[in-house]
């Protein structure tokens, strides 16, 4: 393998800059002049930034691992090291990663070899054309990040789903139904589809049958109930629209978005880069997921949306679980200000937070309770109709009564 190999960043199709990867498995990123020099240039995280919105151009290298912007696009725990072995690339390794799956990434951003190789040195195993060629087919099916065993799809005009055969392209996302744990698409179909009903920003989805679903690996047939199909937003018919969570924002590593954030840090973003209709929707989303038990709202389930390709709003809503009917949990994913319980999310810890984030306090509490009232007339009249189970609907009925914010 070369000493040295490069990787050319793409933003919206234009090159911006390289991640080289070093002696002593380090990785360097680095800007290119075109894209330092560009006073319009697109925002690519504003973790670039800083505190006079000044672009950071002098970068440090990472050991072992690619800088943390990018470290966020990959994919997590075991479905990181299932696309892995699948790409013949040690999971640890990740610029070969980006190196394989770089052309179906989150938001605007590609990445590909600069050399022209498709295929990472380490990757070839000693394998023929033939058996190389279906590895990396493999791999890039796989391609969009996350935890969940999910695919990125193409749209017929008929109206059928199809992964393409290097799953490059995709507008939709395809959620599979999980192994371990009962009604988790379905779960998810109907916390989206109310906090749409009570005025939040989420994307197009449908519950579909995943035999339905053209070029699924074989297996697939022997998991039960229906898969979520989510429109991707970061994608439309003009081109990429880009995209970074939260734990991109601040600088985190992936296995860092429980433990290095709060609700507090994303408020006071969110509040000086989208306003006061950002806040507001950061108070629906955060009221709302405390009322139905999603005790997985994590730094990586934030994002913002760059529509102009300079100002972040908040990007569409996504990952909407009601967890607790799965794994009891008294605790949120992060700290709202002095406490993570949800026993503990009352009117004053709202107005605690309100403060120390130093957003409108009138704003925050006059949203939370429209978003209280708003939630218990829907839920009330559309629960019988949503496709969950009874286990389901009594625990969201029981964690709608522990909260003291929420109790009518």
């Given at each position: 393998?070369?000493?040295v190999s490069?990787?050319n960043?793409?933003?919206y199709?234009?090159?911006i800059?390289?991640l080289?990867f070093?002696?002593?498995?380090?990785?360097?990123?680095?800007?290119n002049d075109?894209?330092?020099n560009?006073?319009?240039?697109p925002?690519?995280?504003?973790s670039f930034?800083d505190?006079?919105g000044?672009?950071i151009?002098d970068?440090?290298p990472?050991?072992?691992?690619?800088?943390t912007f990018?470290?966020?696009?990959?994919?997590e725990?075991e479905?990181?090291e299932?696309l892995?072995?699948?790409?013949?690339v040690?999971?640890?390794?990740e610029?070969?990663?980006?190196?394989?799956?770089?052309?179906?990434?989150p938001g605007?951003v590609?990445?590909?070899?600069a050399?022209?190789?498709?295929?990472p040195p380490?990757?070839?195993?000693?394998?023929n054309e033939?058996?190389?060629?279906e590895?990396?087919?493999?791999?890039f099916?796989f391609?969009?990040?996350?935890?969940?065993l999910?695919?990125s799809?193409?749209?017929?005009?008929s109206g059928g789903l199809?992964?393409?055969?290097?799953?490059v392209?995709?507008?939709?996302?395809?959620?599979l139904p999980?192994?371990?744990?009962?009604?988790v698409?379905?779960?998810?179909f109907?916390?989206?589809?109310?906090?749409?009903k009570?005025?939040?920003?989420?994307?197009?989805?449908q519950l579909?049958?995943?035999?339905?679903?053209?070029q699924?690996?074989?297996?697939?047939?022997a998991?039960?109930?229906?898969?979520?199909?989510?429109?991707?937003?970061d994608r439309?018919d003009?081109?990429?629209?880009?995209?970074?969570?939260?734990?991109?924002?601040f600088?985190?590593w992936?296995?860092?978005k429980y433990?290095?954030?709060?609700y507090?840090?994303i408020?006071e973003v969110?509040a000086?880069e989208?306003?006061t209709?950002?806040?507001?929707?950061?108070v629906?989303?955060?009221?709302?997921?405390n009322?139905i038990g999603?005790a997985?709202m994590?730094a990586?389930?934030?994002?913002?949306?760059y529509?102009?390709r300079?100002?972040a709003?908040v990007?569409?809503?996504?990952d909407f679980v009601?967890?607790?009917?799965?794994?009891?949990?008294d605790?949120?994913a992060?700290?709202?200000?002095?406490?993570?319980r949800?026993?503990?999310?009352t009117v004053?810890e709202l107005a605690?937070?309100?403060?120390?984030?130093?957003l409108p306090?009138?704003?925050?509490?006059d949203?939370?309770?429209?978003?209280?009232?708003?939630?218990h007339?829907?839920?009330?009249a559309e629960?019988?109709?949503?496709?969950l189970s009874?286990?389901?609907?009594?625990?969201i009925?029981a964690?709608a009564r522990?909260i003291?914010?929420?109790?009518?």
């Amino acid at each position: 393998m070369p000493d040295v190999s490069v990787l050319n960043v793409l933003f919206y199709g234009e090159r911006i800059g390289t991640l080289t990867f070093l002696q002593g498995e380090r990785t360097l990123f680095a800007f290119n002049d075109t894209y330092i020099n560009n006073e319009n240039r697109p925002t690519l995280s504003l973790s670039f930034k800083d505190g006079l919105g000044n672009l950071i151009t002098d970068l440090k290298p990472t050991r072992q691992r690619v800088p943390t912007f990018f470290a966020n696009m990959l994919p997590e725990g075991e479905m990181l090291e299932y696309l892995a072995k699948r790409a013949g690339v040690n999971p640890k390794r990740e610029f070969f990663l980006l190196w394989i799956l770089g052309k179906d990434l989150p938001g605007a951003v590609t990445i590909e070899p600069a050399d022209g190789e498709a295929w990472p040195p380490e990757a070839n195993g000693g394998e023929n054309e033939e058996e190389k060629n279906e590895r990396k087919t493999n791999a890039f099916r796989f391609s969009l990040a996350g935890v969940q065993l999910k695919f990125s799809v193409i749209k017929s005009a008929s109206g059928g789903l199809t992964i393409p055969a290097e799953g490059v392209g995709g507008s939709w996302i395809i959620k599979l139904p999980s192994m371990k744990f009962d009604q988790v698409p379905e779960n998810e179909f109907s916390m989206m589809t109310l906090a749409g009903k009570i005025g939040m920003d989420v994307p197009e989805i449908q519950l579909i049958d995943p035999t339905s679903i053209s070029q699924l690996p074989d297996g697939i047939e022997a998991l039960k109930g229906k898969a979520l199909a989510v429109k991707r937003f970061d994608r439309t018919d003009k081109g990429p629209v880009h995209i970074e969570d939260f734990a991109q924002v601040f600088g985190l590593w992936p296995d860092e978005k429980y433990g290095k954030a709060s609700y507090r840090n994303i408020a006071e973003v969110i509040a000086a880069e989208a306003g006061t209709p950002g806040v507001a929707e950061f108070v629906r989303r955060l009221v709302f997921n405390n009322l139905i038990g999603n005790a997985d709202m994590h730094a990586k389930n934030w994002s913002l949306i760059y529509p102009d390709r300079r100002q972040a709003a908040v990007a569409p809503a996504y990952d909407f679980v009601s967890t607790v009917p799965y794994i009891a949990d008294d605790n949120s994913a992060l700290s709202f200000g002095r406490t993570k319980r949800f026993g503990e999310f009352t009117v004053d810890e709202l107005a605690y937070l309100a403060g120390k984030a130093r957003l409108p306090e009138r704003l925050v509490l006059d949203t939370a309770r429209e978003t209280v009232e708003a939630f218990h007339q829907t839920w009330n009249a559309e629960k019988k109709n949503l496709p969950l189970s009874k286990k389901l609907v009594e625990a969201i009925d029981a964690q709608a009564r522990k909260i003291p914010l929420g109790r009518k």
